[in-house]
């Protein structure tokens, strides 16, 4: 079964608009551990953010943002005041614990247009 | 940025032969990992080792083994390689197992011919 949905396979918005990519997990252990990546066009894959499963505070890191909720399974990622340099794929992945391993999403891709 | 290195970072080889990825760190991190990356699916872990001469594998590792001698280096194999292994490898390393965000590598772009 799939344990990480991103059902945004691709995105466009203008520059400056806000921007929210949806991440949706699966998970019957209480203790687990929720990331987000970025790989820009040059391919690298760069670590944004983890979160565990007992810190549902949401999380702000200037134009970024990332609301966890576990009521509903989600742990959104929002950009505001979108810019080209935003242009890129984003990962959403789960860890369930000490142990085991990532399982990624497919990945949202985004397109800021200038 | 986390120190690691992939080689080759592209290659193009033919359909049965022998095909050996390799990922170097400087970190001294315990884990590391293979991926694949292909449109559609996302990362796909291949296989990934705890420590020295310690592996396991992941979701995808029919025709691929692994080794780790040093800390350092963890190799990819590929056996015999096959046109559906056309791909992007990503090795990435982390402190622990599952608690720990991985820091990936550059890639390796495979194409088999």
């Known amino acids: 079964a799939q344990k990480v949905t991103q059902a945004q396979t691709e995105i466009s918005v203008v520059e400056k608009e806000d921007v929210t990519l949806d991440c949706v997990y699966e998970?019957?252990?209480?203790?687990?551990?929720l990331f987000w990546y970025k790989q820009p066009p040059s391919g690298e894959l760069v670590f944004l953010i983890r979160r565990n499963s007992f810190d549902e505070q949401n999380e702000i890191s200037g134009r970024y943002s990332w609301n966890f909720q576990k009521s509903t399974s989600s742990f959104n990622f929002t950009i505001t005041a979108s810019q080209v340099v935003d242009s890129a794929v984003y990962f959403c992945?789960?860890?369930?614990?000490?142990?085991?391993?990532?399982?990624f999403g497919t990945g949202t891709s985004l397109t800021v247009i200038p | 940025d986390a120190g690691i290195t992939q080689s080759p970072r592209h290659k193009v080889t033919e359909t049965g032969t022998p095909v050996t990825l390799r990922c170097h760190q400087t970190e001294n991190h315990r884990y590391m990992y293979w991926y694949r990356q292909d449109p559609g699916h996302g990362l796909r872990l291949i296989h990934y080792?705890?420590?020295?001469?310690?592996?396991d594998k992941g979701e995808v590792s029919d025709g691929y083994s692994v080794s780790r001698s040093k800390t350092e280096d963890f190799l990819l194999t590929l056996e015999s390689a096959t046109s559906s292994q056309t791909s992007v490898y990503f090795c990435?390393?982390?402190?622990?197992?599952?608690?720990?965000?991985?820091?990936f590598g550059p890639g390796t772009r495979l194409t088999v011919t």
């Open positions: 990435a390393i982390s402190e622990g197992q599952g608690t720990y965000e991985q820091y």
């Open positions: 992945a789960l860890s369930e614990g000490p142990g085991n391993q990532f399982y």
């Open positions: 080792s705890y420590g020295v001469k310690d592996t």
């Open positions: 998970t019957r252990d209480t203790t687990y551990y």
